[in-house]
């Protein structure tokens, strides 16, 4: 029997679902025949925890980072890490940490382990991001302006490989007018839904001035995502009303996006990795608009009307009226397009065969 394949999942924490729902859906997917995947996280704590431990694979708690200082002793913490490493074995190490951090690549480098990390979002900006870029056997760039924006030196290293969303689990979704926590909507109302982690650049306020632009007491707003940021807290206080209301983080968001009449992403111009929430909203077959931004772009690039430039109100405004103006048929028309664009090409299963192609060769 050809020996599997031992891939370790380094990710700091399960707290959210977020990009915890994308290893879970990658390990959940891949062929046990072939793969034997393995998870290393910081702690067992977080709200999305209980679901990882279902997927019944082994799971590490280990500080897979070190920190820099004091600069005399990293080689030690580091080469602790790369102990770690090559105790179990791996064949590959697939980092989904967001940091900057090069002591991970480093360490499995040392260890003589292919590693490779999922760039999950714009940041840049320090010679660290570069180090573990080049420390990496291959970097996954998720949306289509990483590569020439970040990687354009060592472009033989990238692939790339949009996130997917399990299209029968985020599947059509009927139209409801209640909430969990017993918010009601009447037929008449028109339900605008967001989800995001509440922190500034996501350009929430945006959205809610918008709306505050069209001044129509049918236009409702559910803000779906943890309240216990400052930034979160502010907008609370400045905007929640009988029209807006904020319903903390949700481990199920499917609830939500049955009540949702279009899905709005208000990010602000430094751009998205690849925004799962508005595949998961487009897959319930829900009309999404965003603005236009990296990541947002790949995912309405069939449908760049729906997309509004980066933090201007009034843009957003109108295109938010245009959809309360549609007819019932054409909504239905475009909400059918939605689904087919997750259908098409953000499927969950084409995110997976290509990971397993990723790994069967870097591991040989």
Known sequence: MTKR????FTIPNFDTAGSGRVVYDLIAGLDRTRFAPEICCFHGKGAYFETIKSLGVPIHFFEFTAPYRPFLSLPFRVWRIARF?????????HSWHWSSDFTEPLAARLAGVPFVYTKKAMGWGNRAWRWRSQ???????????MQPQFFSAMAEKVCYIPLG?????????PKRYTTPEGLVFSDTDFVVVT??????????????????M??????????????????????????????????????????????????V?????????????????????RIAIGSKVSGIKDVLRLRTDLLFEAGQVSDLSSKIKRI??????????????????????FKIESFVENHEKLYTLISK
């Open 5 to 8: 394949i031992k891939i370790l």
């Open 85 to 93: 490493f090559k105790q179990h074995q791996f064949d590959v190490i």
């Open 135 to 145: 420390l990496s056997r291959k970097i996954i760039a998720i949306n289509t302006d």
């Open 165 to 173: 969303v399990a299209v029968d689990y985020f599947k059509p979704l």
């Open 195 to 212: 989800v995001a982690n509440l922190v500034p650049v996501k350009g929430i306020e945006v959205l809610l001035e918008a709306v505050g």
């Open 214 to 263: 069209l001044d129509d007491a049918r236009v409702k707003v559910l803000v779906v995502g943890s309240t216990e940021s400052a930034y979160a807290r502010a907008l609370q206080d400045q905007y929640a009303s009988e029209q807006v209301h904020f319903v903390g983080k949700q481990l199920d968001v499917r609830p939500y996006l049955a009540v949702a009449d279009v899905f």
């Open 265 to 285: 992403l208000p990010t602000l111009s430094i751009g998205e990795g690849l925004p799962v929430a508005l595949l998961e909203a487009m897959s319930s077959k």
């Open 324 to 345: 309360l103006e549609m007819s019932h048929k054409e909504r239905g028309v475009l909400q059918k397009q939605m689904r087919l664009i997750t259908l098409e090409d």
